[in-house]
């Protein structure tokens, strides 16, 4: 919709430890470029191109100014420093926001997204107040409880992704709460101050880089 501002909350704050690797993952090489550059790449080139607001780890500030020198990257990008939790670096992120707008929130680990997600997301947040991007479990699920385990019903299970997008007011206003344990994603954030949480249809290939097999999928993602 003409007018209205477009955002786009990167948050890069996991360690490289289930890689086996001393380097954050967001910043291991994916095609010759760092995992970051692919995610910032996909939102940028988008048909909505937000303003993209990038939260690291202070610690990794300069060393992402490294890369993005050797690599001569030069998408705009605001560089904002994180906090304890993703909570708090989201929060941190919000802050960078001066006018009202629409914001996705995005986990820097999943350069696969598709620009059709996520154009679908930003609409629906735009239109009904937010959209979590989820996709339904084709696994048989089953609950660990006190007393052994139980079986749920799949075809009521989705797995949720990023990117979480939101009206700015509804987001900023759900990341005024105390930070509690059971946030885990900014739709537990929202969901505690009251917003019903909206899905949309998800990809299969917005997968969170977690482990290094996860890389090579990546890879042919991407090709």
């Not at 430890?17 to 910032?40: E, G």
């Not at 993209?52 to 420093?81: A, E, G, M, N, R």
């Not at 339904?136 to 797995?159: A, F, H």
């Not at 990023?162 to 930070?179: C, D, G, H, N, W």
């Amino acid at each position: 919709m003409p007018g209205v501002k477009y955002y786009a909350i990167i948050v890069g704050g996991g360690s490289g430890s289930r890689m086996q690797s001393d380097i954050p993952k967001q910043f291991l090489l994916l095609n010759n470029r760092p995992v970051l550059m692919h995610t910032i790449e996909a939102f940028h080139s988008s048909a909505v191109s937000p303003a993209i607001i990038l939260v690291l780890s202070k610690d990794f500030h300069q060393y992402w100014k490294d890369l993005c020198s050797v690599h001569k990257f030069t998408i705009p990008h605001l560089l904002i420093s994180g906090g304890q939790q993703r909570f708090h670096s989201v929060k941190n992120g919000l802050q960078a926001i001066t006018e009202p707008g629409i914001v996705a929130v995005h986990d820097a680990v999943r350069p696969c997204i598709s620009q059709k997600v996520i154009a679908s997301a930003y609409k629906q947040a735009e239109e009904v107040g937010n959209a979590v991007v989820a996709v339904k479990s084709r696994d048989s699920v089953r609950q660990v409880t006190d007393t052994g385990t139980v079986s749920l019903n799949r075809e009521e299970i989705y797995l949720i992704q990023t990117p979480q997008v939101f009206r700015s007011e509804i987001l900023s206003k759900a990341y005024e709460q105390e930070y509690r344990s059971e946030f885990t994603d900014d739709a537990s954030v929202v969901e505690r101050s009251g917003v019903e949480i909206r899905l949309i249809e998800g990809d299969t290939k917005n997968l969170k880089i977690t482990y290094p097999e996860d890389i090579q999928v990546a890879q042919a993602y991407l090709s």
